[in-house]
Nanobody, 123 residues
């Protein structure tokens, strides 16, 4: 069983910063892409940023230049540094990892999601 645990959400004023962290635990053989998604009230879940095991990144246009994703492959963690936050960044942020479990003899990849952490940007 693989789990993702997120931390770092909260309330911040516009223009402020937050750092989200996500740690994967369990029986893990490898993790391919890791990323952050968000879902605002009444909206669909959307990609924020992803990073491959090799360090290639991709960002939503709305966060380019403000958010930075990073990961530590040895620790199975991914982080999202969010600067210059705007009210429209308010959402529940979810961590996702494409995991190959250690006990899967076919080395299949499974999408694993965290429980979500609330980010609220408001004055």
């Amino acid at each position: 069983q693989v789990q993702l645990v997120e931390s770092g959400g909260g309330l911040v004023q516009p223009g402020g910063s937050l750092r989200l962290s996500c740690a994967a635990s369990g029986s893990i053989f490898s993790i391919n892409t890791m990323g952050w998604y968000r879902q605002a009230p009444g909206k669909q879940r959307e990609l924020v940023a992803v990073i491959t095991s090799g360090g290639r990144t991709n960002y939503a246009d709305s966060v380019k230049g403000r958010f930075t994703i990073s990961r530590d492959n040895a620790k199975n963690t991914v982080a999202l540094q969010m600067n210059s936050l705007k009210p429209e960044d308010t959402a529940v942020y979810y961590c996702k990892a494409d995991v190959v479990p250690r006990d899967d003899k076919w080395y299949r990849v499974y999408d694993v999601w965290g429980q979500g952490t609330q980010v609220t940007v408001s004055s």
